[in-house]
């Protein structure tokens, strides 16, 4: 099963406007973190916004905001009054609890991402 | 201050060939993680580094991928024998902190563009 699921393969959206971005999770770890990375073109991972799971609000960075539903283990990015330079891939992404036994990291595991175009 | 850069930026190698990308991480970041971006995907975990210690290469795909770090600073990934599906971006992040535990977000190079033809 896939852990972290964004089933919009595009979307578009008119510079002014909102948007939404959609990011499912599966994770039995009741410690769990959330994020959102932007991809522009150029290829660099933009860290937008992180989410803990014991955060009692939704998370918010300047235009991103994070509508955070942990029974409904929903993410979703908003984006409000979007600008051309928003035009870009973007991933939703979860850290687990590493296992103990193994001593490995709290990696991200991503989502395979969104192409998100806002139109002039 | 300098962000994570990563080096060469793109590389073409010939099937068969041996590829060293490398990683200088933000100074004093405890945490480095590679990872692979195939073509339209995100991307996977390769493994981690906290300081000079490999603490988890479970992502490695194969024994022909062999990473190092071994003054907690700067790291190489090599891959032996290349093959046509190496073909990847291959992304370095670090971390202020201990990848174990804690928070915080994870900064990222700007990725190696590999092609094997």
């Known amino acids: 099963a896939q852990k972290i699921t964004q089933t919009q393969p595009g979307m578009f959206v008119q510079e002014k406007e909102a948007v939404t971005l959609d990011c499912t999770y599966d994770?039995?770890?009741?410690?769990?973190?959330l994020f959102w990375y932007k991809q522009p073109s150029s290829g660099e991972m933009i860290f937008l916004i992180y989410q803990g799971s014991y955060d009692q609000q939704n998370a918010t960075e300047g235009r991103y905001s994070l509508n955070f539903q942990k029974a409904r283990k929903s993410a979703n990015l908003v984006i409000s009054a979007s600008q051309l330079g928003d035009s870009a891939m973007y991933f939703c992404a979860m850290r687990e609890a590493p296992s103990l036994s193994s001593g490995s990291a709290r990696q991200l595991t991503f989502g395979s991402g969104t192409q998100l175009t806002v139109l002039p | 201050g300098a962000g994570v850069s990563q080096s060469p930026r793109y590389k073409v190698a010939k099937r068969g060939q041996d590829v060293a990308l490398r990683c200088d991480p933000i100074?004093?970041?405890?945490?480095l993680f590679w990872y692979q971006q195939a073509l339209g995907q995100g991307p996977e975990f390769l493994t981690y580094?906290?300081?000079?210690?490999?603490?988890?290469k479970s992502g490695l795909p194969s024994d022909r991928f062999f990473a190092e770090r071994p003054e907690g600073s700067v790291s190489t990934l090599k891959i032996q024998r290349t093959q046509q599906e190496d073909s990847a971006v291959y992304l370095c992040?670090?971390?202020?902190?201990?990848?174990?535990?804690?928070?915080?977000?994870?900064?990222f190079g700007p990725g190696t563009r590999l092609t094997v033809t």
């Open positions: 992040a670090s971390s202020p902190r201990d990848g174990t535990s804690g928070e915080g977000e994870q900064y």
């Open positions: 994770t039995s770890d009741p410690s769990y973190g």
């Open positions: 100074s004093g970041h405890v945490s």
């Open positions: 580094f906290q300081n000079e210690a490999q603490l988890d």
